[in-house]
């Protein structure tokens, strides 16, 4: 089998040599576009659904989350923030309906839970479930063979440990399921789901300080996720490399008086795989560098293996400034902006959200603003449910 019809729309899963580029991009609509919402002129990597904001609060913050102020759903964006999380246990819940413009029933969900050991450290724990909805399989005759529910999930367990009262580290390790192909029989390879480890290291550090009269907070923070072996459908074919990414965050909150309370944030984020060399027709290198290489090599090359030199390198920095608006604790309000290069994905989108808080619990949810006929990702909402229990 290697045709696999979902309704209308196709799932890319061709076979050429191994299995192609198409495959561990996950491509939709017709192979133009990938899973995570990119255009298939990004860089490719196996499971791209951990590169996906699962949460409503930073998906309303045009995907911002590296540096904001703590919460359960930092299991995502900077395990190290756990240890800062006023409750002493914490849960939360989030769900999203994914790239409806394409596909009419898949989606992501997200199960965080976050508890203190002590004063100086924190555990978390989270399960990341990504469901690409009802396909119809088809043998290469064409001929209906029933349908399958491909999913990928990952499951997370993080520790993070206090240093002095301003500066924390995290560790996560990750297992990671992809079963897209039902085992099928593939120009005759043997499929199979995809299994595989990887590890995120972040830390954040916070300085609190009096800014143009006020009370201010300013926070600094980096998390390195999916740092991990190549992936692989086959016993003895491709491997592909992980969405190893580099998030960069800082966010600055100004305490206006004892009701309302204002945040400015920026991350920046980058992919630490290489970038695919320009070859000629008969695969030879004509610019950028082999993309063959080890995760070490492919992390550390990353920074400076595009063919189009440094300026191609900027281009595959994506941008998230955002805005959030507290109000006595209990209502939020949020916006953000998320870049990236038209020739490095090409997602660009504008995003909006609330948040409401009562007694422990807390709904935020968010919504994707971006052109109908342009971009995959236009009208995404997410949505979390929180609760916090346990002693302050």
């Keep these: 089998m290697k045709i696999f019809k979902l309704f209308a729309q196709t799932f890319v899963y061709g076979l050429s040599c191994g299995f192609c580029v198409n495959t561990m991009a996950q491509t939709v609509g017709n192979g133009t576009t990938n899973t995570n919402g990119s255009n298939v002129n990004a860089i490719t990597t196996a499971v791209p659904f951990l590169t996906i904001s699962p949460d409503a609060r930073s998906g309303a913050m045009g995907e911002a989350g590296v540096a904001l102020s703590p919460d359960v759903n930092a299991t995502y964006w900077n395990p190290a923030k756990l240890v800062y999380l006023e409750n002493s246990t914490n849960l939360s819940l989030s769900y999203s309906p994914w790239l409806r413009n394409i596909v009419p029933d898949v989606n992501l969900a997200y199960l965080s839970f976050a508890g203190k050991l002590d004063e100086r450290g924190t555990i978390g724990a989270s399960l990341r479930y990504f469901n690409l909805g009802t396909i119809e399989l088809f043998d290469d005759h064409q001929n209906a063979q029933g349908t399958y529910k491909p999913n990928e999930f990952s499951l997370d367990v993080s520790y993070a440990r206090k240093f002095g009262d301003n ?8 297992y990671i399921h992809s079963d897209l192909t039902n085992g099928s029989v593939v120009s005759g390879q043997q499929t199979k789901a995809a299994n595989d480890i990887a590890a995120d290291v972040s830390l954040y550090l916070k ?12 926070a600094f923070g980096v998390d390195i996720s999916n740092i991990g072996p190549k992936l692989s459908y086959t016993a003895n074919g491709q491997q592909f490399f992980l969405p190893t990414n580099l998030k960069i965050g800082v966010a600055n909150t100004w305490f206006l008086d004892e009701t309302n309370e204002i945040t400015l944030a920026l991350d920046i984020n980058k992919l630490l795989v290489p970038t695919p060399p320009i070859r000629d027709a008969n695969g030879n290198i004509i610019s950028g560098k082999d993309d063959n290489r080890s995760v070490v090599s492919g992390i550390f090359g990353s920074f400076s293996d595009a063919p189009g030199g440094m300026s191609e390198e900027f281009k595959e920095i994506a941008f998230s400034p955002a805005f959030e608006y507290w109000y006595n604790k209990q209502f939020a309000l949020r916006a953000g902006y998320f870049y990236e290069s038209p020739d490095k994905g090409n997602r660009q989108y504008f995003t909006t959200g609330a948040g409401f808080k009562y007694s422990d619990f807390k ?3 968010s919504y994707l603003i971006a052109s109908q006929d342009q971009s995959p990702l236009a009208n995404t909402l997410r949505f979390s449910l929180s609760y916090n229990f346990g002693s302050k």
Excluded at 207 to 216: H, Y
């Design 207 to 218: 300085n609190p300080s009096q800014q143009f009269g006020k009370d201010a907070l300013f």
């Design 167 to 174: 500066f924390s580290l995290g560790l996560t390790g990750r």
């Design 363 to 365: 709904l935020d949810f």
